[in-house]
């Protein structure tokens, strides 16, 4: 980095100097004794041999993510050794769990040996409880502190589109899903989804459902392998299949104990599930309504015709 200043030998092992202030490790110090033709160095056996001290993280607020963080949230990092300038920014990190923070800005530069700095960063779009917070200069890590950690709310689902019978992908809207990729589970009435992932981060997720039918049915999300990320009882009733449409019926005309084939869309699967009603209003040619039930029922193709 440049000359050590006011070089003076302790005795034959010990030599101390000046050093400009600094960030960084594995300097290399090159020691020269005498002048001209009769000086003497040490060569390459003080490489990497120099380094500033590693950072200290003091105190860190808050450690747990609101269920509802606005954008820019932003945690407070305290201690010593984070730099000395505003070019030291640049070389300052914040990781959190395995992530690096989206954004750091520094405040109370180092201004002596025992000088406090603050530091502000942004947690980066994830998921877990107690997630290591480690500030990095330079290259230099701080150590793994008890009180240094971090926890990210656990997800909310807020709404989930349907699908049809056949099964199919629904987008699933919410907050706290964390990065964009792939989570650990999803489960959509009752059935486990394929390839379930955000797409958009934080707030989206698409999984693809298996086939069914019915209304508020529940929706459950698992970020990670973890009791504590999961979404509770937030998409309790978030999910329904579409519902059935009838689009043809036939014969038009049948007396009692005659078949009708139904043919339309989202019957689904399982004819116990089935019920066809045939009725009229009142008040047609002076009668009263009244409503007849099929009895029994034979599937024709899954989800989109039947025999009653």
Same mark, same amino acid.
């Given at each position: 980095?440049?000359?050590?200043?006011?070089?003076?030998?302790?005795?034959?092992? +010990?030599?101390?100097?000046?050093?400009?202030?600094? =960030?960084?490790?594995?300097?290399?110090?090159?020691?020269?004794?005498?002048?001209?033709?009769?000086?003497?160095?040490?060569?390459?056996?003080?490489? /990497?041999?120099?380094?500033?001290?590693?950072?200290?993280?003091?105190?860190?607020?808050? /450690?747990?993510?609101?269920?509802?963080?606005?954008?820019?949230?932003?945690?407070? =990092? #305290?201690?010593?050794?984070?730099?000395?300038?505003?070019?030291?920014?640049?070389?300052?990190? +914040?990781?959190?769990?395995?992530?690096?923070?989206?954004?750091?800005?520094?405040?109370?530069?180092?201004?002596?040996?025992?000088?406090?700095?603050?530091?502000?960063?942004?947690?980066?779009?994830?998921?877990?409880? /107690?997630?290591?917070?480690?500030?990095?200069?330079?290259? #230099?890590?701080?150590?793994?502190?008890? !009180?240094?950690?971090?926890?990210?709310?656990?997800?909310?689902?807020?709404?989930?589109?349907?699908?049809?019978? #056949?099964?199919?992908?629904?987008?699933?809207?919410?907050? /706290?899903?964390?990065?964009?990729?792939? +989570?650990?589970?999803?489960?959509?009435?009752?059935?486990?989804?394929?390839?379930?992932?955000?797409?958009?981060?934080?707030?989206?997720?698409?999984?693809?459902?298996?086939?069914?039918?019915?209304?508020?049915?529940?929706? !459950?999300?698992? =970020?990670?392998?973890?009791?504590?990320?999961?979404?509770?009882?937030?998409?309790?009733?978030?999910?329904?299949?579409?519902?059935?449409?009838?689009?043809?019926? #036939?014969?038009?005309?049948?007396?009692?104990?005659?078949?009708?084939?139904?043919?339309?869309?989202? !019957?689904?699967?399982?004819?116990?599930?089935?019920?066809?009603? =045939?009725?009229?209003?009142?008040?047609?040619?002076?009668?009263?309504?009244?409503?007849?039930?099929?009895?029994?029922?034979?599937?024709?193709?899954?989800?989109?015709?039947?025999?009653?």
């Amino acid at each position: 980095r440049g000359p050590c200043l006011a070089p003076r030998v302790r005795n034959d092992k +010990v030599i101390t100097c000046t050093m400009d202030p600094g =960030i960084g490790a594995n300097y290399d110090v090159r020691v020269t004794i005498g002048q001209g033709l009769n000086a003497q160095d040490s060569g390459a056996t003080g490489n /990497n041999a120099f380094g500033y001290r590693r950072p200290v993280v003091t105190s860190m607020f808050p /450690n747990v993510e609101p269920s509802f963080a606005a954008d820019g949230f932003t945690i407070t =990092i #305290q201690g010593y050794n984070f730099g000395r300038s505003p070019e030291d920014s640049p070389k300052l990190q +914040v990781r959190i769990g395995t992530r690096l923070s989206l954004l750091v800005r520094m405040v109370n530069l180092d201004t002596s040996v025992d000088a406090l700095s603050e530091i502000y960063a942004q947690p980066p779009f994830g998921a877990g409880l /107690n997630l290591p917070v480690v500030v990095i200069v330079d290259g #230099q890590e701080s150590e793994t502190l008890p !009180f240094a950690t971090f926890s990210y709310s656990a997800p909310v689902v807020i709404s989930a589109t349907s699908t049809p019978t #056949q099964g199919g992908d629904t987008t699933i809207t919410g907050v /706290n899903f964390g990065p964009v990729g792939a +989570v650990f589970s999803i489960e959509v009435a009752g059935e486990l989804c394929t390839t379930p992932r955000v797409t958009v981060e934080d707030t989206t997720m698409v999984c693809g459902v298996a086939a069914g039918t019915g209304a508020a049915r529940n929706v !459950f999300v698992k =970020i990670t392998n973890s009791d504590t990320s999961n979404s509770a009882d937030t998409g309790v009733g978030k999910f329904a299949y579409l519902r059935p449409v009838i689009v043809d019926v #036939q014969p038009i005309l049948a007396k009692t104990g005659d078949d009708i084939t139904v043919r339309g869309l989202n !019957f689904g699967a399982d004819v116990s599930k089935l019920r066809l009603d =045939i009725g009229f209003p009142a008040g047609i040619g002076g009668a009263t309504a009244g409503v007849w039930s099929a009895v029994t029922y034979r599937m024709l193709i899954n989800h989109q015709r039947f025999i009653a």
